[in-house]
């Protein structure tokens, strides 16, 4: 297939940055979207061109690197997948794909498609994680009952990649999908109680810190998640947080 | 707790509970006004005393001021800040593929129900606050002392029909903002499990219902009058 692409092409984090159009010839509808990307890519070299630059790791929808917004979508327009995971089929003939990279002023854009989403580490590192002795003592996690259900949505909840799908689908750029997977799997378990009210009030300050919007319950969020991670965690962050703070 | 109400899940708190007290005031609110399509008298006794009652003039009602301007303000900061979190807008967004355009849309119904409810405030309030705070006349009865005003004044007021048009059009974006904002506040509160659900349904037909029936209420007395 033929298609027209337009692309933004930013060539460091302080410039201004603009769409380019770009015409990209005899594509398989079997290529994954990443594929027919590097082939452009290698259009562009042969051309003399910079080729865009993009992120991408495992191409098998796991890592969470990919972070194309794709005809107004991010990953594009099939739900459930990452953007390695979308393949061309998705397309037609003579179509014209806008390519941006996600959107919030707190995943500046590194160059071109490449947004940094360190903001969601630091937001980890304020409390997404549980402290544990490992000195030679540590305890056997499965020595704590733990209820099947419990167990299940704590599971569902650390699906979450990281991708910033959330952030990127929001109106209003918020993380606050993200942040509720990252305190729901540990508020689910027992082994999460301990530190569960530093961990919530720490991590909701450190995302308030780096500028992301605040939740309106659009829901775009659930729709776009790659790993399908429900609004529910959200609310279990809300109530969480809500506890925390009465507690002190 | 003031750390609470300064972070960005604090005002979605805070916003979400005064949501809940005007979506009780509407239903309070309605009931009265229902009351003048049945029974005039009812109609003007019930407004009589909840225009003269020192409890609901002095205690409730600066409660619900503060509930609404509470509620416009913190919603058009919200906005600001939220657009301030994308700093550069995205070439082609399909927000319709992943949600309601009511959801995204809440600022627009929201300044649509404001500039009604300034238009509202004109109609009925003020003239209401003059007559008792200003002229000093608490008797709530007609010029020629002939029974109380309340019903009359109602119904001389939706006797131009660009006023009830005007009305019709208000309680459109009020229900286009409850079709989100009632699960919304839900929601923003930490509610969201087995319930959610029916919640939802319910959320959707008061949604309908209530400015439906404001709808009703209006175009009754017009074509009745």
């Given amino acids: 297939m033929n298609l027209t692409l337009k692309i933004w092409r930013q060539n460091g984090s302080q410039d201004k940055g603009k769409m380019v159009d770009y015409q990209v010839s005899d594509i398989s509808e079997n290529m994954s979207f990443l594929e027919m990307m590097d082939v452009l890519n290698e259009q562009i070299i042969n051309e003399g061109g910079e080729p865009v630059a993009f992120d991408h790791d495992c191409r098998e929808g796991i890592c969470g690197m990919c972070s194309m917004h794709i005809n107004g979508e991010p990953h594009g327009p099939d739900k459930g997948i990452t953007t390695c995971q979308l393949h061309m089929r998705s397309f037609k003939d003579g179509d014209t794909i806008t390519i941006e990279p996600f959107r919030a002023k707190a995943f500046p854009v590194i160059k071109d498609l490449m947004v940094d989403r360190s903001s969601f580490e630091r937001i980890q590192q304020a409390g997404g994680y549980i402290s544990v002795n490992t000195s030679g003592n540590t305890q056997d996690a499965n020595s704590i009952p733990i209820d099947k259900h419990a167990a299940d949505m704590a599971m569902d909840s650390a699906t979450c990649i990281g991708c910033g799908a959330c952030v990127a689908s929001c109106k209003n750029a918020s993380a606050m999908l993200f942040v509720g997977a990252k305190v729901s799997q540990y508020a689910l378990l027992p082994q999460g109680q301990v530190e569960a009210v530093d961990r919530v009030k720490n991590m909701v300050a450190q995302m308030d810190l780096e500028g992301f919007g605040n939740c309106t319950n659009t829901g775009a969020c659930e729709v776009e998640c790659p790993k399908g991670i429900s609004l529910e965690n959200i609310a279990r962050l809300n109530s969480e947080f809500f506890k925390a703070n009465v507690k002190g | ?225």
Avoid at chain 2, 81 to 88: H, L, W
Avoid at chain 2, 96 to 117: D, E, H, K, P, V
Avoid at chain 2, 123 to 144: C, H, R, V, Y
Wanted: glycine share 8%; hydrophobic share 50%.
């Fill in chain 2, 1 to 225: 707790m003031s750390g609470f109400f300064n972070s960005s899940i604090g005002r979605k708190y805070a916003m979400a509970l005064s949501a809940f007290f005007l979506m009780i005031f509407i239903v309070q609110h309605f009931a009265i006004n229902i009351l003048s399509v049945f029974s005039p008298d009812a109609f003007n006794e019930i407004s009589h005393f909840m225009g003269t009652n020192p409890l609901v003039q002095f205690g409730l009602q600066p409660i619900l001021l503060f509930g609404v301007v509470f509620h416009f303000v913190m919603g058009f900061i919200l906005e600001i800040r939220n657009r301030n979190a994308r700093a550069v807008k995205y070439a082609q967004y399909n927000g319709a593929a992943n949600s309601t355009w009511m959801s995204r849309n809440m600022i627009w119904s929201g300044g649509f129900i404001l500039i009604f409810l300034v238009i509202h405030f004109i109609d009925f309030w003020f003239p209401e606050i003059n007559t008792k705070f200003i002229q000093g006349d608490m008797s709530g009865l007609l010029a020629d002392g002939e029974g109380y005003r309340y019903y009359e004044e109602l119904t001389h007021k939706f006797a131009p029909l660009w006023r009830v048009a005007l009305y019709c059009v208000g309680f459109i974006f009020l229900s286009l903002h409850l079709l989100h904002g009632f699960s919304s506040a839900f929601q923003s509160v930490g509610a969201n499990n087995k319930y959610t659900r029916g919640l939802k349904g319910f959320g959707k037909a008061y949604a309908i219902i209530i400015p439906l029936g404001f709808i009703f209420i209006a175009l009754f007395h017009h074509f009745n009058h």
